[in-house]
């Protein structure tokens, strides 16, 4: 259960991977003091997608990567956050998002699984801040005092 009156946050892969990063600087903890937030509020939520694009990239892209073992016991506590699977009607949305928006397919896999999750809010650096789309708002989280 969420914090009462607490939107629904979905994360991208770059906000998990950043708070894992020791040579992020600010953005490690920004990320972090997001992460510790919406786990204390009950109200992260990630797909299957992010988790292993975190996986992938954390063990083999950081400056200083995580092993294996680490990375796995990551995904093991943040698997909590997953609140449904993908299904097919996921990746046909995706493809509308694509359409709609121009975005790559990864990125309208993103919005997809925020959006069938439910969420309010984006996390990603990636996307606009502030756009909204498919019910959701994009917040950076390294822009102003948005973390």
């Given at each position: 259960m969420s914090a009462k009156n607490a939107p629904l946050a979905f994360l991208d892969t770059n906000i998990l991977l950043y708070a894992?990063?020791?040579?992020?600087?600010?953005?490690?903890?920004?990320?972090?003091?997001?992460?510790?937030?919406?786990?204390?509020?009950?109200?992260?939520?990630?797909?299957?997608?992010?988790?292993?694009?975190?996986?992938?990239?954390?063990?083999?892209?950081?400056?200083?990567?995580?092993?294996?073992?680490?990375?796995?016991?990551?995904?093991?506590?943040?698997?909590?956050?997953?609140?449904?699977?993908?299904?097919?009607e996921d990746i046909l949305r995706a493809t509308e998002i694509m359409e709609l928006t121009g975005f790559s397919f990864w990125d309208s896999m993103i919005i997809t699984s925020a959006e069938a999750a439910g969420c309010e809010l984006l996390y990603s650096e990636d996307l606009q801040h502030g756009q909204r789309i498919a019910g959701l708002t994009i917040c950076n989280p390294f822009v102003g005092n948005e973390a």
């Open positions: 894992h990063d020791r040579n992020a600087g600010d953005k490690q903890a920004r990320a972090a003091d997001l992460l510790a937030r919406l786990w204390e509020d009950r109200n992260g939520v990630l797909s299957p997608q992010v988790l292993q694009e975190f996986l992938v990239n954390a063990v083999r892209k950081l400056q200083t990567p995580l092993v294996l073992a680490k990375a796995r016991d990551v995904v093991r506590a943040y698997g909590l956050w997953v609140r449904r699977d993908g299904k097919v």
